[in-house]
C-alpha cells in the first residue's frame, strides 16, 4: 500500500521542476534566439524546417505549436498554412513575448503542456520543438497531446532525444556538456541555466523509448528519422 502523502509530493516535485524551468527559460529568453543560431550554426533551422514540412499531413483544422518558446515553428507554420488557425502556446511567457513579432497573426498562449486549456480534439495537428524534454512528466504531456487532438490528428515531434549512436554520444559528451554550457554561459550571462539544458539531453528518453510511449498513450502510426547521425530526430504519431 502506498503512503498517503506520495501523489501530494509527487505533485510538489512536478510544480517545483515547472517552476524552476519557466523561471530558467524566462531569463534567457532576451539571447535564446541569437545564442540558438551561433551553437547550431543554422542547422536548426533546417531541422525546424522538416518538421513543418511533417505537420503538413495532418487533416484540415487548427495548429499547436506546444511548447512554442520564441514562436520559431509557429513562424513557419504561419508562412506555410495561412488559412490555417496557429496557436502557440508555452509556460514561459517572457518566450511568447519576445517571439510575438516573428508570427503576429498567431495566437499566443501561457499554458503547461502537462494541462492544457484547449478543448478535446481541438487541433489537428500538434508540433513540439525541443521542448517536450523539459516537461515534468512526459507522459502526462503526451496524453495531454493525445486529448486534444481530433481523430486522425498527427503529433509531430523535433527532439534532442538521448543518443543511441557511440558517435552520437561522444559528441554529446563533448559538445552537450562542455561547450553549450560554457558558450551558452558566456552569451547569456547564465550558465547554470545552459548546463541544466545540456543535462537534460542526456537524461531524456532516447528515440526508441519516447516512440514506445507515445504507442502506449495510445498513438498510432509512430515513425521515427535521425537529423544528423542522431544529433537530433523526428517523431511523427496519429490518433
Request: aromatic share 8%; net charge positive.
Amino acid at each position: 500500500m502506498q503512503p498517503i502523502a506520495e501523489p501530494q509530493l509527487r505533485h510538489d516535485h512536478q510544480a517545483e521542476h515547472a517552476t524552476g524551468v519557466r523561471t530558467m527559460f524566462d531569463r534567457i529568453a532576451p539571447t535564446y534566439d541569437a545564442l540558438n543560431r551561433v551553437m547550431s550554426a543554422g542547422i536548426d533551422r533546417r531541422w525546424r524546417r522538416r518538421a513543418i514540412d511533417r505537420l503538413a499531413l495532418a487533416p484540415p483544422g487548427a495548429l499547436l505549436d506546444l511548447c512554442a518558446g520564441t514562436l520559431d515553428l509557429t513562424a513557419l507554420a504561419v508562412s506555410r498554412f495561412p488559412n490555417r488557425r496557429i496557436v502557440a502556446a508555452d509556460f514561459a511567457e517572457q518566450m511568447l513575448e519576445l517571439g510575438k513579432h516573428k508570427a503576429p497573426r498567431a495566437e499566443r498562449v501561457v499554458a503547461d503542456a502537462m494541462n492544457l486549456p484547449f478543448a478535446d480534439g481541438e487541433f489537428a495537428g500538434v508540433v513540439c520543438g525541443f521542448g517536450i524534454r523539459n516537461v515534468a512528466d512526459t507522459k502526462k504531456a503526451i496524453l495531454e497531446v493525445r486529448r486534444v487532438l481530433a481523430p486522425r490528428g498527427l503529433f509531430v515531434t523535433l527532439e534532442f532525444f538521448r543518443p543511441a549512436r557511440a558517435v552520437t554520444r561522444l559528441f554529446h559528451e563533448t559538445y552537450a556538456k562542455r561547450v553549450l554550457p560554457a558558450i551558452g554561459g558566456l552569451i547569456s550571462g547564465d550558465p547554470g541555466a545552459y548546463g541544466y539544458l545540456a543535462k537534460s539531453m542526456g537524461a531524456f528518453l532516447s528515440r526508441e523509448e519516447y516512440s514506445a510511449l507515445l504507442r502506449e498513450c495510445g498513438f498510432a502510426s509512430v515513425r521515427g528519422e535521425d537529423q544528423m547521425l542522431g544529433i537530433s530526430a523526428i517523431v511523427t504519431a496519429t490518433t
